[in-house]
């Protein structure tokens, strides 16, 4: 069975700190996806990303980077000189190949203090 | 507009009650899903349709809840003799073609159920 665990529930950080947001994930697969959504007040969950397990290359998008390490299975997001406008709850998510479902974790709620 | 769209925003029933939710999907995407989301969780997996037909369900839906994309393009779901336990947000997402492309959801159908 697949699963998603992001065992920071909550985090604050004054504007302009990192902060990285920690996901493990379990699945039996060897060929799986991972994700990473925002969802910021308004309710609507924004896609961020998408990585196939056979890419363990970083990515990095403006102030967002993210490390996917396959040995340690985790997919862990890092925002740079965070913004208030990053104040949201994050959640990471895994689909195997062959099965839609997203199995989504818990997920972790950033505050950025101004 | 062409993001994933969800009627009502919102809806308070009372327990007993039918309800019926609608989703009207990004216009090219040819596949739909469906989540559901209480409060402090990530969204859990309730279906998932591609094209017309529906190719997954979860344990979760139950023999309640049924879920229809008549002609491949709109979706609605609908839940049957309504209990306080349903009271979550029902978020609709849809995806195009290829392996585990990104979905990309609504704003949810917030369900009230007193």
């Known amino acids: 069975a697949q699963k998603v665990t992001q065992a920071q529930t909550e985090i604050s950080v004054v504007e302009k700190e990192d902060v990285t947001l920690d996901c493990v994930y379990e699945?039996?697969?060897?060929?799986?996806?991972l994700f990473w959504y925002k969802q910021p007040p308004s309710g609507e969950l924004v896609f961020l990303i998408r990585?196939?397990?056979?890419?363990?290359q970083n990515e990095i998008s403006g102030r967002y980077s993210w490390n996917f390490q396959k040995s340690t299975s985790s997919f862990n997001f890092t925002i740079t000189a965070s913004q208030v406008v990053d104040s949201a709850v994050y959640f990471c998510a895994l689909s195997e190949a062959g099965r839609r479902a997203l199995t989504f974790g818990s997920g972790t709620r950033l505050q950025v203090q101004p | 507009d062409t993001g994933v769209s969800q009627d009502p925003r919102h809806k308070i029933t009372k327990r007993g009650q039918n309800v019926t939710f609608r989703c009207d999907p990004i216009?090219?995407?040819?596949?739909l899903y469906w989540y559901r989301q209480t409060l402090g969780q990530g969204p859990e997996f309730l279906t998932y349709f591609q094209n017309e037909a529906q190719l997954e369900k979860s344990r979760l839906l139950s023999d309640r809840f049924s879920a229809e994309r008549p002609k491949g393009s709109f979706s609605t779901l609908e839940i049957q003799r309504t209990e306080q336990g349903d009271s979550a947000m029902y978020l609709c997402?849809?995806?195009?073609?290829?392996?585990?492309?990104?979905?990309?959801f609504g704003q949810g159908t917030r369900l009230t159920v007193v």
């Open positions: 216009s090219e995407h040819n596949r």
């Open positions: 699945t039996r697969d060897t060929t799986y996806y």
């Open positions: 997402a849809s995806s195009s073609r290829g392996k585990n492309t990104e979905a990309f």
């Open positions: 990585r196939n397990s056979f890419d363990e």
